[in-house]
C-alpha cells in the first residue's frame, strides 16, 4: 500500500518563503506522474504542480515564478519550494501520485492533471500566510 507523507507547513508573513516535503513509501516514482494539490475549506483541491517521467513540472498560473517543483525518485520524495507567498496560497497542501504504464507517466500538456486522476495522497500540510 502506497503512503505519502508531507511535511514543512507552517505560518508565514506575506513574502515570505516555505519548502514543502513530501516522502513517498511503497510507490515506484519512476513510473507516476507526482503532483502538488492544496485546498481551502468549501473550494475544491487545486493543482499547483504536476510533473510527469518525460518532462519539466508544470505549474498553475497563480504559482508561475513563486513555486518551484522538484523530485528525487531514487530517494523517493519530492518538495514544493513557495517563494513569495501571499494570503492566498494559504490553505492545506497535499503531495499525490498518478502511477502510469510500466514505461511511465506522461503528460501530454493542457490544463495540469485534475485531482481526479491522482490514486494515492498524502494527508495534507497546512500552510498559512498572514498579511
Known amino acids: 500500500q502506497a503512503q505519502l507523507a508531507e511535511s514543512g507547513g507552517g505560518s508565514v508573513q506575506a513574502g515570505g518563503s516555505l519548502r514543502l516535503s513530501c516522502t513517498v513509501f511503497?510507490?515506484?516514482?519512476?513510473?507516476?506522474?507526482m503532483g502538488w494539490f492544496r485546498q481551502v475549506p468549501g473550494k475544491e483541491r487545486e493543482a499547483v504542480a504536476t510533473?510527469?517521467?518525460?518532462?519539466?513540472?508544470r505549474y498553475a498560473d497563480f504559482v508561475k515564478g513563486r513555486f518551484t517543483f522538484s523530485r528525487d525518485s531514487y530517494k523517493n520524495s519530492l518538495w514544493l519550494q513557495m517563494s513569495r507567498l501571499q494570503p492566498e496560497d494559504t490553505g492545506t497542501y497535499f503531495c499525490?501520485?498518478?502511477?502510469?504504464?510500466?514505461?511511465?507517466?506522461?503528460?501530454?500538456?493542457?490544463?495540469?492533471?485534475?485531482?481526479?486522476?491522482?490514486?494515492?495522497w498524502g494527508q495534507g500540510t497546512q500552510v498559512t500566510v498572514s498579511s
Open positions: 510533473d510527469s517521467n518525460f518532462g519539466p513540472p
Open positions: 511503497g510507490l515506484d516514482m519512476f513510473t507516476s506522474c
Open positions: 499525490a501520485a498518478k502511477r502510469g504504464s510500466v514505461f511511465g507517466c506522461v503528460d501530454t500538456g493542457g490544463p495540469l492533471f485534475p485531482a481526479s486522476d491522482f490514486t494515492n
